[in-house]
């Protein structure tokens, strides 16, 4: 139970990191779409939202059918491609909703189903973070290139 209870609150420091950062990016900058090869803001959080859907997807299925779909890593990269292309189209306030829901219900997930994971499960449950940390820290590389000034704790990476 520790365990969880620690992965749970590594998420939540993880998303307040994430949403303090996102609250430096002006508006009007929420709503641009990247180049090529680059996300925007909205598309990193449309794109962590995607991540943690799968995971609970895929995990909900492997834990009350027994397996998992069985999806390409081909499959995923093109859901995911779509993802990005689609989420220009929807409002800031949409994909933050979408993200602030994934959020919620992969920490529900692992609240109701962690005394039933075996170990190499509750392990994959890291990547997501990593995964979440990782794009937190490309967004406040991309805020300090479109020199936004340092929050308090927002643009800047703090120990840890």
Known sequence: MDGMVTLIA???????????LVSGFPVALRE???RKH???LKQTIGHLAFWDDFAVDFYKARCEEGRPDSLSFADFEKKNRHLLE???AEDWETVLASYRRATRELCAFLTEHWDH??????????IPLKHRRYHRRRL???GQSLGLS?????????AG
């Open 10 to 20: 590594a998420y939540a420091e993880e998303d307040r990191r994430l949403m303090d």
């Open 86 to 88: 689609r989420l220009c």
């Open 117 to 126: 994971l075996e170990d190499d499960v509750r392990e994959s449950f890291k």
């Open 32 to 34: 641009v779409c990247a």
């Open 38 to 40: 680059k996300l925007s």
């Open 150 to 158: 340092p929050g308090a704790s927002s643009m800047t990476e703090r």
């Open 140 to 142: 406040a590389e991309l």
